[in-house]
């Protein structure tokens, strides 16, 4: 079991910048792909955001593209999300994912709030 926990999230205006941390526990950090995902209040599903994978290799959405950057820090069992230029549209809950093998996990998330 791999428990995660956001932090991070808040109200900024748009054009700001925030960064969100997911602390992972687990000793395997390493192994996993790790995720972040939102949810709108509009929306029923949660939407791709960025992934890093176990390698280091990296994706994003197109609409997070050139704006967003995912990291990993493996000595802390933490990823982050750097969210730059945000815009209201950004508003949503983030969700930090954990994959390894067929196993999955998610935390509780945090609230990001884009005023305009």
């Known amino acids: 079991q791999v428990q995660l926990v956001e932090s991070g999230g808040g109200l900024v205006q748009a054009g700001g910048s925030l960064r969100l941390s997911c602390a992972a526990s687990?000793?395997?950090?390493?192994?996993?792909?790790m995720y972040w995902h939102r949810q709108t209040p509009r929306k029923q599903r949660r939407e791709f955001v960025a992934?890093?994978?176990?390698?280091?290799?990296?994706l994003y959405d197109n609409s997070v593209k050139g704006r967003f950057t995912i990291s990993r820090d493996n000595d802390k069992n933490t990823v982050y999300l750097q969210m730059n230029s945000l815009k209201p549209d950004d508003t949503a809950v983030y969700y930090c994912?954990?994959?390894?093998?067929?196993?999955?996990?998610w935390g509780q998330g945090t609230q990001v709030t884009v005023s305009s």
């Open positions: 994912g954990a994959q390894h093998m067929f196993r999955s996990y």
């Open positions: 687990t000793s395997n950090f390493s192994v996993y792909d």
């Open positions: 992934r890093i994978s176990s390698s280091g290799s990296r």
